[in-house]
Every structure is written in structure tokens, then in C-alpha cells.
């Protein structure tokens, strides 16, 4: 067994010191690299665990495109970060046999953006657009003929004598993610013929997630050490993986590689402030700010806010989802309250 410090803790001044949590659903820089995401990603769909429903409707999708020899429908895929969107693409283009094109609405805001991409195409592959919801309005317009006709609508010249060109598109696949599938415009969600979400991860699937990271990254975790790990990522197996090589790097360095078992996860996790059911130093704060400061609420979220020295719309997108969705916190007229799981957790966990 590792041996560790006893002193190792978490103090709540640590709360949102520095950006980034590492229970931040959002990629971080540090999910890049040699074994980032990338290197870890199921490309097939007998690798890509959990999300069954969804499976079974794509893969029946996709036998049936292949049997046709056409393109696959365009699909929608939304849900909270991190449960594979882009994964999910990539296996849909893998499965196709063909290419897949990753952008993000964000980078297509000048016309010629989105053209260069959509000319580009060859017959059948996939184009991802990643945050479709920011997509700009000039961007959404080209994108409707596109889809529905493939078609491309160029105007060419200005003024009086403009006139519109109209551009033979190849049978293509337009794969939208989105994690506010409700700020799409309703033409857009129209066009697109499979529209599914995703869910948070299971306990047993977040599980085969981690056993199978560690495989690639060549770890052999003692039975028990990837359930610790599994029920603090929140339901996500981007935080699954990056937790497991933050106790990767704790193993290497304070224990042991050949020996990573659920005491030294437990261990790894508290130096980073991960309790026992995935919250962090900023959502104790939250926890406790609301609890000891305005005894459970109901307090405004504005006040809340000021206490905390957070911005409001912060604190609502980024902290309290994860409270809400962990039964932690209730969201009423008067303002947030404290649930009683929330005030037992609390008492009850500390780092
Ligand atoms: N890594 C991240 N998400 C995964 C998934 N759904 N299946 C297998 N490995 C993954």
C-alpha cells in the first residue's frame, strides 16, 4: 500500500483560486496531448460504452445508410459536456467509412468559412459542427438549402447587380452538437432527421470507461479503485479520465504504479478537492456559504453571488447544475434552498 502524508487536505480558500476544476465537464488544455482525448477515444461502436438507446438508434441508422449506399441523415446530438458528442461523430464517421470535418460554430462566422468547408466535401462524409447554437445567422442560412437540397446558395456581385449562384453539393452528413439544444432555431432543428440526446454515464459504464483508459495508458487498478473514481466524476467520462491521471501522477509519485487501489484514489481525490460524491472546493463553498451565512436558504442567487465574490451567471451555468442534478440543491421562487441530502452531505463529508 502507498504511503501518504496524513497532512494531505483541501482548504475551501482553495475554491476557485484558479480557473480551471478539474471537475470541469468543459475540455481543458490538459485534455490534449499525447494521451489526451484523442488517443483515448472509442472508434468503434463495440468501444464506446454506455448511451445504449442512442446507440442502437445510430448504429441501425447507420447499417441502413450503408445498405443504401447514401448518406446518413443529418443528426443532432445534445446533452451536458463531456459525454462524447465528438466521440460519438467520430464513430458514426468510422462506422460509415468515411471522413469526418470538425469545426465549431465559433469558427465559421464569414460566410466563406462555411463554404470552403461544404464545397470541399466528399460524397457521404461528415461534417461536425461543434456548439451549433452560435452558429451566425448568414452561416445558418447557407447551411438550410445545404441540408435540405444540397444545394449552395452563393450570391455573387453586389448591390443591383448581385445575383445568386446556386452551387451542386455532394450527398453529405451534417453532425450538429449542442449542449442547449433549446437556443436552436427551430428551421435548424427541423433539417436535422435524428435528433438524440445524451445522458449522464452509470456507475458500471463510468467504471468500464475508466478500466478502459487504463488499459491504454497501461495502469492495473486494484478491484474498488475505479468505482472511487466512477462515483466522483458526476456522471462524465471526460472528468473520469482526467481524475484517473491526476491519480496516476499521484501514484507515481507519492505511491505506487503497480499498486493504485481505492485508499490511494481516495487519497489522489483529496489533494484535488474531489469529495465522495464529486463536489469540489467551490461547490462546498457554495454548500456552505448557503448553509452557515443564510441557514439553507431561501437566499437570492444575487446574494449568493456577492458572498462568494462569483458572477451570478456563473454561478448558475457552472456551479449549481451539478448541485441541482445531485439533489443537493433546490431552485424555488424565493430563491436557492439547501435540500436535507444537501445539509447531510455537507455535515456529514469533508475533504
Ligand atoms: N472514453 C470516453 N467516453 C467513452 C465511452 N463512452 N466509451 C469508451 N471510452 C470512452
Given at each position: 500500500m502507498a504511503i501518504v502524508s496524513s497532512s494531505i487536505g483541501c482548504s475551501d480558500s482553495q475554491h476557485s483560486r484558479d480557473n480551471s476544476r478539474v471537475v470541469d465537464a468543459v475540455s481543458l488544455p490538459e485534455d490534449l496531448g499525447s494521451h489526451g482525448e484523442d488517443g483515448l477515444r472509442p472508434k468503434k461502436w463495440n468501444d464506446y460504452i454506455g448511451q445504449s438507446a442512442l446507440k442502437e438508434v445510430l448504429s441501425i441508422a447507420v447499417e441502413a445508410s450503408n445498405a443504401r449506399e447514401e448518406a446518413l441523415d443529418h443528426v443532432l446530438l445534445y446533452g451536458p459536456p463531456g459525454l462524447g458528442k465528438t466521440t460519438m461523430a467520430l464513430v458514426l464517421a468510422e462506422e460509415l467509412g468515411v471522413k469526418c470535418r470538425i469545426t465549431s460554430a465559433?469558427?465559421?462566422?464569414?460566410?466563406r468559412d462555411i463554404v470552403g468547408l461544404l464545397i470541399n466535401l466528399q460524397p457521404r462524409e461528415l461534417l461536425f459542427i461543434d456548439e451549433i447554437h452560435r452558429l451566425s445567422r448568414v452561416a445558418e442560412e447557407l447551411l438550410y438549402p445545404a441540408m435540405e437540397d444540397r444545394r449552395l446558395d452563393l450570391t455573387v456581385g453586389k448591390g443591383t447587380i448581385s445575383r445568386v449562384r446556386a452551387i451542386e453539393l455532394p450527398p453529405f452528413t451534417l453532425v450538429g452538437a449542442t449542449t442547449r439544444a433549446g437556443a436552436l432555431s427551430s428551421p435548424l432543428r427541423d433539417r436535422f432527421g435524428l435528433v438524440q440526446r445524451l445522458d449522464f454515464y452509470d456507475l458500471e459504464s463510468l467504471k468500464a470507461i475508466i478500466d478502459r483508459t487504463s488499459n491504454l495508458l497501461g495502469l492495473a487498478l486494484r478491484p474498488g479503485a475505479s468505482y472511487e473514481i466512477a462515483r466522483r466524476c458526476r456522471g462524465t467520462p471526460r472528468i473520469a479520465n482526467r481524475l484517473l491521471k491526476r491519480v496516476r501522477d499521484f501514484a507515481l509519485v507519492k505511491g505506487d504504479l503497480a499498486c493504485i487501489d481505492s485508499s490511494l484514489v481516495d487519497q489522489a481525490l483529496k489533494l484535488h478537492c474531489v469529495d465522495e460524491k464529486g463536489l469540489d472546493a467551490t461547490d462546498r463553498k457554495f454548500l456552505e456559504v448557503l448553509i452557515n451565512v443564510h441557514g439553507g436558504g431561501p437566499v437570492g442567487l444575487d446574494t449568493l453571488a456577492a458572498a462568494l465574490g462569483e458572477d451570478s451567471a456563473t454561478l448558475e451555468s457552472v456551479v449549481e447544475p451539478f448541485l441541482l442534478q445531485s439533489g443537493f440543491l433546490n431552485r424555488t421562487q424565493r430563491g436557492r434552498v439547501i435540500t436535507a441530502a444537501g445539509r447531510l452531505h455537507f455535515q456529514e463529508k469533508g475533504f
Open positions: 465559433p469558427a465559421l462566422e464569414r460566410p
